[in-house]
């Protein structure tokens, strides 16, 4: 199984005074990598979420091992690591080259589209999670 | 009549690697101006938006005269300076001390909450508009 | 001439409770087109910029259409309007499909590097922007 | 020891399309958050940072137990507690009324300024930090 990668630019408007990416970016761009990875198992971003399931995120954790800048080719491996019934865990890990940046571990909770109300993991999308962490 | 002003210190991420506000966020800063002028004028943002009235921003004009930094006190005094059927223009004028950083004037569009329908202002918002800008 | 065209996906961040891309973004999303139509003509933006040339936005004129939303493909043509001795203007025409969506017209002024002095737009550039304009 | 308390009300353009906060905005109302707290302990953010200390945040802890919405009054506690020799980790406890919304503990890393080499705490700096934990 080949894990999925997302590539991605910081935009100048990311970057702070400091000259790299501000931290709180990262789960923008995990959330960007997270809706690419639901369209590589073939769940259509924009139809799929909100209509056939919807997740929250419940916690996040975060950990930066060196800088991002400005329209660096960024990295970020997606792979489910953890499966509860109406929970997941995904680690995005992000780098510039062989250089490591950010690794996040993500929880989800299913919920009902339109609500905040958790519910099981639908069938369809636990078999392609599980089958994309194999 | 006094002119409605308000005051925001732009933040860290919003600073960019030139150590200047991010142009894109002046318009956020008007947004909120813009809240916070509607609050002044009796209409409470989250209730009164997008149950009584609700408005889409269909022009911007926007002129910088100078940069304003992380922390800087940002002062924002807001006009109403036109007023049609079903639209308005609002002007944002921006300094930090005595020197002027940014003049925005945004063209809003009045909508039935829920819709991108046009429908003429309310009456009890227009009158509110026009005695704020007297 | 081909005109040049950056396409991008709205973030689900950036659509917000009106099911549309908030207006501040726009400037975001022209910013980075403006990076790629560098990029394009021979300047890779993380060097060249800052160091050979650099720009500070003065003015910018933006007027919507319709809506675009999460993940629709957004495709933004960038063509040089106006040349002057240190500024110049760049227009970005953003469509969905077939459906405009967001015009805007950005003034940018030519300073030196790590400054926020005007100087004259360097000859290479313009004379590279002149061509994609022809 | 009273907890210093920061508050601040989510803008329109940080709420999402399922109507709360996106996830990501909380690392940036922390990091306001902070600045307020550093500036309640004596240093004033646009001057002290940067150049008699600064500091890099390497990790990130964050828990969500509920939503919060446009123009919420969000009320974020800020508490030292953890201190080592380089790095410190803040906890940042935000909630609407009683209602608890997000947690987040942030570890920052000392760097000498304009660098991203780490170093001791400043012992002003440290002083302060642990007289607001006591």
Redesign the interface.
Known sequence: MTTFVHTLRP???E?????VV???????YF??AC?RFFESLGFP??TAF?EDF?F?????????RG?A????QVDIAVEPVRFGTSSFDLRFTAGVGQRGVCVGVITYVSVQPGT?ESTPIPDNVRAKLEASSA
Chains 1, 2, 3, 4 share one sequence.
Do not use: S
């Open positions: 935009r100048y408007a970057v702070d005074a400091q000259g501000f931290n709180a970016h990262w789960l923008t959330d960007e809706t971003p924009a909100f919807d929250m995120v419940v916690k996040a954790v975060l950990e930066w800088p800048g400005f329209d660096d905040h």
